[in-house]
């Protein structure tokens, strides 16, 4: 039973730049949500995908943009990259309505290096 | 605001225990994760708290007092592999908040 696997792992973009990332939840899970990581930093909350509809915003500005599709995987899209947004973006797998703790499911991340 | 609070640092000895505390906004409170990361590593899951009182899991416990917006993790018989860092995260909703890290070094 495969987890949350986001890709890509590692990559480097060049402010002014748009980046894509994907991330496929754990097997039988329906909500995806979107975590920025800065070094040093804990995750901000940017935002949360069910039903192929955002459910809940961060404080995030309108470049950070996302989707999910009806098999329950989902993008996270940024544009007009910033050196700030060199971060480690996660992704949380859970069902809609979890209730135990550890129905959380985080992926690997993928690093976002902004030059 | 929804401003999870813990120590940034943390230092330890092998074998000792270690108490790393959190404070939090009780509004819209719906439960207290703790959270394991390595440098370098995703967060991985180490206890939920949605009721007052203390869970223990093997090495690790986890304390809640919901009317004090407080918790605690506390660690028994550190280990090397024990040094990282510890995230507390509230569930506002179906959103979890995350505290900055407690970075825990533990010294021989």
């Known amino acids: 039973d495969a987890g949350v696997t986001q890709s890509p792992t590692h990559l480097i973009k060049t402010r002014g730049q748009q980046v894509t990332l994907r991330c496929s939840p754990k097997?039988?899970?329906?909500?995806v949500s979107w975590y920025q990581q800065a070094l040093g930093q804990g995750p901000q909350f940017i935002f949360q995908?069910?039903?192929?509809?955002?459910?809940q915003r961060g404080n995030f500005p309108d470049r950070f943009s996302g989707h999910q599709f009806p098999n329950y995987s989902s993008e996270l899209n940024v544009n007009a990259l910033l050196l700030g947004d060199s971060a480690l973006y996660l992704c949380?797998?859970?069902?809609?309505?979890?209730?135990?703790?550890?129905?959380?499911?985080f992926g690997e991340g993928s690093w976002l290096t902004v030059v | 605001g929804q401003n999870i609070d813990q120590p940034t640092e943390m230092t330890a000895t092998e074998g000792a225990i270690v108490q790393i505390n959190c404070t939090y906004q009780?509004?819209?409170?719906?439960?207290l994760f703790w959270y394991q990361q390595h440098a370098g590593e995703a967060p991985t899951f180490l206890s939920y708290?949605?009721?007052?009182g203390l869970e223990e899991k093997g090495r690790f416990s986890s304390f809640l007092s919901r009317s004090k917006g407080y918790s605690y993790l506390l660690l028994k018989e550190l280990q090397m592999k024990d040094s990282a860092s510890y995230l507390c995260?509230?569930?506002?909703?179906?959103?979890?908040?995350f505290g900055a890290g407690t970075i825990l070094r533990v010294k021989s």
């Open positions: 949380a797998s859970s069902l809609w309505k979890w209730t135990a703790g550890d129905t959380i499911y």
């Open positions: 097997s039988g899970h329906d909500t």
């Open positions: 995908y069910y039903e192929e509809e955002e459910r």
């Open positions: 009780t509004s819209g409170f719906n439960g």
């Open positions: 708290n949605v009721l007052d």
């Open positions: 995260a509230v569930s506002y909703g179906n959103k979890l908040v």
